[in-house]
């Protein structure tokens, strides 16, 4: 009897390690799914970094640009105003005679009717004293 109860018992004993030994495979599997999960996880997440460095990187330029830009259009209205400075300063006051073009040697022009060749004359006047170039 000893013997008989003794060995049930260690068949008992087996069957508990073979359901120990099932339910570790299981949870093997299981902690294998979630590895595969978060290796995928994290490789999107790199992905996602890399996405977002490059729209940083994307924005940042644009912000440069716009820098150069409103820098360059700054000096713009600095030259604008410096025309406007100038082309005021030439300009006679009140119908008086303020310091105009012949001030300065150079012909001064009514407005040209159409057909007359002052016209001509005012842009080769100005384009021989070395106003803008482009």
Known sequence: MLN????????????????????????SQMYQQMLQQEQQNAAQLNDLADRERRAAQTIQTALQGHHTAIQQLQQVTQICRQIESSASFNQPAFGGQGIGAHSFG????????FGSSAGSQIGSSISGRGGMQQ
């Open 4 to 27: 008989s109860n003794l060995s049930g018992q260690i068949q008992q004993c087996e069957q508990l390690i073979q359901q120990l030994i099932n339910q570790t495979h299981q949870a």
């Open 106 to 113: 150079m012909p001064s022009f009514n407005a040209p009717s």
